[in-house]
T-cell receptor
Framework: EAGVAQSPRYKIIEKRQSVAFWCNPI?????LYWYQQILGQGPKLLIQ????????DSQLPKDRFSAERLKGVDSTLKIQPAKLEDSAVYLC????????????FGDGTRLSIL | GDSVTQMEGPVTLSEEAFLTINCTYT??????LFWYVQYPGEGLQLLLK?????DKGSNKGFEATYRKETTSFHLEKGSVQVSDSAVYFC??????????????FGGGTRVLVKP
């Protein structure tokens, strides 16, 4: 089965610019997650979707970050305006089924803010 | 809130050496525990998991036992190979419910195996 697809793989922007990341989960997976992984740290959940509804966005900096999952499939994560501390790898993951299910991760988008 | 603490790296070993990476957690209730691995240039992959106390997860020669009494989930491998060089992440999930299977990760441990 095809894995979680993310694009772009790399992005370099200047602070105060905007940027968007795209994720296509594994087919049929209802739950989609966005994580932020700062260099040298473990991933931190930003937002979780169940189909096209938000389950948890408690750690999403809503003044600058936004995310949507239209039609319950693909998702986009946007940062506007970007700050230097947003430099990180942004990981998308998906999971399906009920009960304790494993998350499948994409390769991530590495964002560098100049 | 939930948290995961794992030993800091890097851990440098010779091939065929024994590997242990310590992981302890703090959580309410009865979480599920996971080890994920990130090989150079690749995404996170699930290595193994355990969903209840005393369960042992195993995969690719790696093992970890869910110890509720010590709130630990240490990762072990008896004989490492160069190909095991990677960053290893311990994680927990509070399981299904309102928050779904949200994962809380430790900081990661880089392992370097030398031939």
């Amino acid at each position: 089965e095809a894995g979680v697809a993310q694009s772009p793989r790399y992005k370099i922007i200047e602070k105060r610019q905007s940027v968007a990341f795209w994720c296509n989960p594994i087919s049929g997976h209802a739950t989609l997650y966005w994580y932020q992984q700062i260099l040298g740290q473990g991933p931190k959940l930003l937002i979780q979707f169940q189909n096209n509804g938000v389950v948890d966005d408690s750690q999403l900096p809503k003044d600058r970050f936004s995310a949507e999952r239209l039609k319950g499939v693909d998702s986009t994560l946007k940062i506007q305006p970007a700050k230097l501390e947003d430099s990180a790898v942004y990981l998308c993951a998906s999971s399906g089924g009920t009960g304790i299910t494993s998350q499948h991760f994409g390769d991530g988008t590495r964002l560098s803010i100049l | 809130g939930d948290s995961v603490t794992q030993m800091e790296g890097p851990v440098t070993l010779s091939e065929e050496a024994f590997l242990t990476i310590n992981c302890t957690y703090t959580a309410t209730g009865y979480p599920s525990l996971f080890w994920y691995v990130q090989y150079p240039g690749e995404g996170l992959q699930l290595l193994l998991k355990a969903t209840k106390a005393d369960d042992k997860g195993s995969n690719k020669g790696f093992e970890a036992t869910y110890r509720k009494e010590t709130t630990s989930f240490h990762l072990e491998k008896g004989s490492v190979q160069v190909s095991d060089s990677a960053v290893y992440f311990c994680a927990l999930s509070d399981g299904p419910g309102a928050a779904g299977n949200k994962l809380t990760f430790g900081g990661g441990t880089r392992v370097l195996v030398k031939p």
